[in-house]
């Protein structure tokens, strides 16, 4: 396993998580198994907006032994109270909620205390106005919700409650489908360039992302199913998320010993095999051009990191002064690119990027 910080609260979070969508279907025994698995194979990250109320006492007995040293994200405003998912905005029935899941949890902290899953502008003034907000400042002042996330799908919607309120982690959807799809991504999931906005500004101000929906429900594991025809495996949709900016862990659903094992093994699998080249060939027109900081494009003969290097140069650009002093530390930048065209004939989205070095030259100024 390997570890990123989010820089907001300092915590050490493994770049795999296990999200709870689905593993009550696996019952108690089985369930069990996988959870410790999972933590036993490094992960120490766990989203609990699960598809069932029977899920947390699962979580209670696989891991409350070892709770000091796992993150749990929990949900203001999913509500159990009929078993299966429900969403609400009512502060009552968001309390009883939270009381139940740490008591079934059996824990009396939560790491990262979610405003749950808003999408229109709207939710976000009721959660306001029904004292839900204020509820959950309030569960931080008494040291029961030690960090606040929010989970949206929105751009436009993170972009404004990050203007008016503090957040720590950002649980936002994100694949190729959602980044790229043509004709198949809901206006509320917002454009290329405004879903690169919230990755940019998240890395900027440090706010960690924690991916949810990295396989789009499926859809992309299945060719009959994904929006463009082909399949992809699920360690291409893991380093893909993993490739963007701000990210810092990413949370798939399992539902056995086997799936958690599968996750895993993303760090035992050859290049070839999380390779997401042929995105390229399907991505709308609106991504090619841009760098998705895939690496494809390497070896460069002069020693470049060319994924890095564009990502410190979009970050800059976007105003991140950190970023930029990370580039002026890289050992070999943009002024050593000798123009060799190299990259330009092997990156896979169509990005001149000798011609962009030249760019990131001048505006670095080495
Ligand atoms: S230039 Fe192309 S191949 Fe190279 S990192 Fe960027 S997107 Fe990937
Ligand atoms: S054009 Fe520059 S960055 Fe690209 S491979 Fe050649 S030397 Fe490296």
Redesign the pocket.
Known sequence: MRYRINRKTGDRISEIGIGSSYMFNAGMEEAVKALRRAVEGGVNYFDLAAGDGTSFPIYGEALSDLRKDLFYQIHFGADYSNVSYGWSLDLDTVKRSVERQLKELRTEYIDYGFIHCLDEHNDWDSYLKNGIFDHLMDLKEQGVVRHIGLSSHTPGLVQRIMDEVDIDMLMFSVNPVYDYGRGTTKASRGTVDERTAVYQRCESEGVGISVMKPFCGGQLLDASLSPFGRELNIYQCLRYVLDKPGVVTVLPGAQSVREVEALLAYYDQPDEVSDYSLLGSFACDDALGKCVYCNH?SP???G?D?ALINKYYDLALAGDEMARQHYLGLERKAS?????????SRCPFKVA??GR?QKIKEYMGE
Do not use: E, K, R, T
Request: aromatic share 0%; proline share 6%; hydrophobic share 30%.
């Open positions: 494009c460069c003969p002069m470049l060319i050593d690119c000798v123009g060799c065209g190299h990259c330009d990027q000798s070095m």
